[in-house]
């Protein structure tokens, strides 16, 4: 019973979930696969700027307490999203003439609880505004919102999801934005580095 009932809050979610992009401003598509990214800024906006300062606290204290290694220490999460977009946008980035900045405006950082992800099922969640100006001119070229969610169920979804969600999160966050611009898909995704379990 309870695998079913795990399975169908999953369903249930996918079936409401909106749609991953919602376009506010289109790119001109004179601008689309012809943009070089100079600038990624991520910003945080009223609605969530506590709450992931808050987790942004839980976090850096279990890293210290687990010893974390160098190599996956704790990163606040505007820094570890910056560098994972910036990576994920490079790996798909042509060599364009069109120099533009990106700013991003996180409204909305969830993490699955892994109570609920075994019991019910439950969702990991991204999402925000992108703006994309001309370096020189500061011109908008193009503005949408992205939204990207992920569900697991069960023990087996839990472990599938394993650690370093949010910058999962963040590299899907960064496809979505290389699709809007007209980037070329790449044969395989950029991966981020390992870092703490959430």
Same mark, same amino acid.
């Given at each position: 019973?309870?695998?079913?009932?795990?399975l169908?809050?999953?369903?249930?979610?996918s079936a409401?979930?909106?749609q991953?992009?919602?376009? @506010?401003?289109?790119? /001109?598509?004179?601008y689309?696969?012809?943009?070089?990214?100079? &600038?990624?800024?991520? +910003?945080y906006?009223? !609605?969530?700027v506590?709450?992931i300062s808050?987790?942004?606290?839980?976090?850096?204290?279990?890293g210290?307490?687990?010893?974390?290694?160098?190599?996956?220490?704790?990163?606040?999460?505007?820094?570890?999203?910056?560098?994972?977009?910036a990576?994920?946008l490079?790996?798909?980035?042509?060599?364009?003439?069109?120099?533009?900045?990106?700013?991003?405006e996180v409204?909305?950082?969830?993490?699955?609880?892994?109570?609920?992800? @075994?019991?019910i099922? /439950?969702i990991?969640?991204?999402?925000?505004s992108?703006k994309? &100006?001309?370096?020189? +001119?500061k011109?908008? !070229?193009?503005?949408?919102?992205?939204?990207?969610?992920?569900?697991s169920?069960?023990?087996?979804?839990?472990?599938i999801?394993?650690?370093?969600v949010?910058?999962?999160?963040?590299?899907?966050?960064?496809?979505?934005?290389?699709?809007?611009?007209?980037?070329?898909?790449?044969?395989v995704?950029?991966?981020?580095k390992?870092?703490i379990?959430?």
């Open positions: 019973m309870r695998k079913i009932t795990a169908a809050v999953l369903v249930m979610l409401c979930a909106p991953h992009t919602k376009v @506010i401003q289109p790119l /001109d598509q004179n689309r696969g012809a943009l070089n990214i100079k &600038n990624i800024k991520v +910003t906006s009223d !609605l969530s506590e709450k808050a987790l942004d606290s839980k976090l850096a204290s279990k210290q307490e687990s010893g974390t290694p160098e190599e996956i220490q704790y990163q606040p999460f505007n820094v570890s999203f910056k560098e994972v977009a990576k994920s490079e790996e798909r980035d042509g060599n364009g003439v069109n120099q533009a900045d990106i700013t991003i409204d909305n950082l969830k993490l699955a609880n892994a109570v609920a992800t @075994i019991l099922g /439950d990991d969640q991204l999402s925000g992108v994309v &100006n001309d370096s020189k +001119t011109e908008l !070229l193009s503005e949408f919102y992205v939204d990207v969610f992920k569900g169920g069960g023990l087996l979804g839990l472990a999801r394993g650690g370093g949010r910058e999962k999160l963040a590299a899907q966050f960064a496809e979505y934005i290389g699709d809007e611009l007209g980037f070329e898909k790449t044969t995704a950029y991966t981020p390992k870092t379990n959430e």
